[in-house]
């Protein structure tokens, strides 16, 4: 067995557990398959903020967060019976089997990503299949405009609901306890990336980054950032696994990095408990820069103004980032092609919606090109039962430059009855918000006289 696959059975094998009997659906895989080619062994440039497979220390320690988390007790990690902080995933079984996180990431070792499918697989076997969901055509004008020499991005934005909420404080009244489980619910998730292979990850409410996203998305070529929320609500949790937070991901095959900035956001010129993380990337096919964030506004009705504030100072100081970044470029390109992704808590009604839209950087939301004008957003993102009642809406956004980018394809939204009656999160879902994927391309150039 290879070093790369030995590392990766290794560590799934200390997480895998036996079908607990529940149900007898077989498990099988019901997503399209990718178009795009799974990530490649690893090549990196250094960025501030990032960090490879095996470097485990958590950064909200540094970030000021630990005095709250000895105060709160951090305990055994949620839906585990160990008594360790962190999952057994991200503890070595032989003493030695996590890279060097100050090694040269070019010589990792690299997992096989349909092997780990198949570990998913097999530690799913007793719970149904995830909704069926297909890849479709976008409908916007102007694809043929795409970089002919231009491989296809492809970007997943996805709320995974931080564990220590879904089992202790958003009281999901119609999902049973056990389907909350993190030992099987984290192999839904992964098994929902790994099914399309994006070339991004964008990930909220992430409080298992350091034992279980970092080590198994670095051991399949992707380079990671994380940022945790400073006041985070899983830490009121008691035990908790940390602080949650945003996440971001690149394959390091496709991308190169050039900058990395963590943002805490502002309101009314006063900071809030809500950030953002802009990557800023060079695509290794085409040489074009390429900028990516990830957010997560302010949720809950009755704070529509702070939403809007912090969707504004994150537009301001996204265009700082681009201008920088383009000022850089050696073909002097006027703008870098932009994606925002998140979970806004805004429905498209909301003031921030409408913000993003007439922004001067030029963002139209992705999702609107599944309808047949082009124009209307799906009906919803997110569908789930609490003790105050039903709730469904539109959440969740991939934004992107309009005028450097071309949406191809989008991954469709399940119907109401692939939801079931139970609505979100369930057996055969791990969360209470759906991921949102797409494939984008760089458009041509506009032609320079020389």
Not at 136 to 157: E, I, K, T
Not at 181 to 193: A, G
Not at 194 to 218: I, K, M, N
Request: hydrophobic share 35%.
């Amino acid at each position: 067995m290879t070093t790369a696959l030995l590392l990766l059975s290794r560590q799934l094998a200390a997480l895998c557990v036996s079908s607990r009997g529940q149900l007898s659906v077989t498990r099988g895989f019901c997503s399209s398959s990718p178009s795009s080619p799974a990530p490649g062994p690893g090549h990196t440039g250094g960025a501030g903020g990032e960090a490879e497979a095996g470097s485990h220390e958590p950064e909200w320690k540094a970030a000021g967060a630990s005095q709250t988390t000895a105060n709160t007790g951090p305990g055994r990690p949620m839906g585990s019976s160990s008594s360790r902080p962190f999952s057994t995933l991200a503890q070595p079984l032989d003493g030695g089997l996590h890279p060097d996180p100050e090694a040269d990431p070019e010589a990792d070792p690299q997992a096989d990503p349909d092997q780990l499918l198949r570990q998913c697989a097999e530690a799913l076997r007793g719970r149904p299949a995830r909704p069926r969901r297909e890849l479709v055509s976008s409908r916007a004008p102007g694809n043929c405009c795409r970089h002919s020499a231009s491989p296809r991005v492809r970007v997943l934005q996805w709320n995974v609901l931080a564990q220590a909420l879904g089992e202790g404080k958003d009281g999901f009244v119609r999902c049973p306890p056990d389907a909350l489980d993190w030992r099987e619910r984290k192999y839904l998730i992964l098994e929902e990336i790994l099914t399309h292979r994006p070339d991004v990850v964008c990930l909220q409410e992430v409080d298992h980054y350091h034992d279980t996203f970092l080590p198994v998305l670095g051991s399949l070529g992707y380079r990671g950032s994380f940022l945790p929320k400073p006041r985070s609500p899983c830490l009121d949790v008691e035990p908790n696994n940390g602080p949650d937070g945003c996440a971001l991901f690149y394959s390091r095959e496709r991308f190169s990095p050039t900058a990395t900035d963590h943002l805490r956001l502002s309101a009314m010129m006063l900071p809030t408990n809500q950030v953002a993380i802009v990557q800023s990337l060079r695509c290794r096919a085409t040489g074009r820069g390429l900028c990516v964030a990830v957010t997560h506004l302010k949720a809950r009705s009755g704070w529509e103004r702070m939403r809007s504030a912090q969707g504004a100072d994150l537009l301001r100081r996204l265009r700082a980032i681009t201008s920088r970044a383009a000022a850089s470029e050696a073909d002097g390109a006027a703008e870098i092609p932009l994606l925002v992704c998140g979970d806004f808590n805004a429905e498209p009604s909301e003031d921030v919606y409408r913000r993003f839209l007439a922004s001067s950087l030029g963002l139209d939301s992705a999702y609107r090109l599944l309808s047949a004008d082009g124009l209307t957003e799906p009906p919803y993102t997110t569908w789930k039962i609490r003790p105050s009642g039903e709730s469904r809406g539109t959440l969740d956004y991939i934004w992107y430059s309009r005028e450097s980018l071309s949406v191809e394809t989008l991954l469709d939204i399940p119907g109401e009855e692939q939801i079931g009656p139970d609505r979100l999160p369930s057996y055969h879902y791990p969360s209470d918000h759906l991921s949102l994927l797409c494939d984008v391309s760089f458009r041509e150039l506009p032609h320079r006289l020389m």
